[in-house]
């Protein structure tokens, strides 16, 4: 999907290049008009293929999504339309119109995501590790984060974003519950493949980029910008700020490594560990319920987070060692 050629030049340049003549507001709203457009996209294929899966599977009546993904267990089969729903649904909304705004609205190659190629990035093999490490870490917060509560005059809208978290915490139970080996080789692919490719693809091989390049060059603010839409664009309060520092992450990783497979790996293994391990336990291989947040110790967390810290310094030093090598 994505070729490893580079431009000659491996400076950490996250500027597009030339600067196209629209302003930053309309390359944004342009940006939103092709998710949105792409979204729809989306959404009338999955619809068609829900229908069709139905037809082929001898149902006379095919439930409409918002049926089928909210009382899932009601519907024969609903499992494997569901997969196909999200995969679907996930291609049309980041994939694609990232790409197409890449190549059409901005003008550049796919090849243009890659500053230097992936042979030339220092610390790889350690990636995983960092991602693996950070988990107890995001733990505590992702505990800390379900537990905030708002204001009372907000009542009415936390008791709602409360039971959207339950009606996709539900979801995310019944997807993740596997029958047979083959249900876990397609959720790695519906869970872990498709996200990394095409989330990182458009929040930090596009968005971030831009709005790096529309903020002056500041690698920083651009990070924590396209992090902050990454986990927001996901509807999930009581997840948004773990999702943010895993965001902020996975940028920083792309910009030190100048190559989009980084954050791309990073991103898989952080989705794809989560799966094998609840699909261990439930076959007991494994003890650990990597899903309750509440075992997390405060000094596992802490441990964590320095551990975290030296390898992202590691990562950095490397990196910044191997880009200084290339100039010479």
């Known amino acids: ?12 340049d996250w500027s597009p290049g030339r600067r196209p003549e629209r302003s930053a ?49 009601r519907y024969p089969g609903a499992w494997n339309t569901i997969m196909l729903i999200q995969a679907i649904s996930h291609v049309f909304t980041f994939l694609v119109p990232a790409l197409v705004y890449w190549t059409l609205f901005e003008h550049r190659r796919i090849a243009d995501f890659q500053l230097r190629p992936l042979h030339a990035v220092g610390g790889l093999s350690l990636v995983a590790v960092l991602v693996i490490a950070f988990m107890p870490l995001n733990g505590l917060i992702i505990e800390w984060n379900q537990a905030l509560q708002l ?71 651009g990070i924590w910008l396209a992090a902050a839409v990454f986990s927001a664009i996901h509807m999930q309060f009581y997840g948004f700020f773990p999702r943010l520092l895993l965001g902020a992450l996975f940028g920083y990783l792309y910009v030190w490594s100048g190559n989009l497979w980084v954050p791309i790996l990073a991103h898989f293994v952080n989705n794809g560990f989560t799966v094998v391990m609840v699909y261990l336990r439930q ?46």
């Open 25 to 73: 507001l309309s390359s944004l709203l342009l940006l939103v008009g092709t998710i949105l457009l792409g979204s729809t996209v989306g959404a009338l294929l999955a619809t068609g293929a829900a229908f069709l899966v139905g037809l082929l599977s001898g149902h006379t009546t095919t439930p409409d999504l918002t049926a089928l993904l909210t009382s899932p267990t």
């Open 151 to 221: 204001p009372e005059t907000l009542a009415p809208l936390e008791r709602w974003m409360r039971a959207k978290e339950d009606e996709l915490g539900e979801l995310t139970k019944y997807l993740t519950r596997f029958d047979t080996p083959a249900q876990l080789i397609i959720a790695l692919l519906v869970i872990a493949v498709l996200p990394a490719i095409g989330e990182e693809v458009l929040f930090r091989g596009v968005l971030q980029r831009r709005f790096i390049d529309w903020l002056g060059g500041n690698p920083h603010v």
């Open 283 to 328: 076959r007991q291989v494994v003890s650990l319920d990597i899903e309750d947040t509440q075992s997390v110790p405060v000094s596992a967390a802490l441990f964590s987070l320095a551990l975290c810290l030296g390898l992202m310094y590691y990562f950095r030093q490397s990196n910044q060692s191997e880009m200084l090598d290339s100039r010479r």
């Open 1 to 12: 999907m994505l070729t490893d050629s580079t431009p000659t030049s491996h400076s950490a």
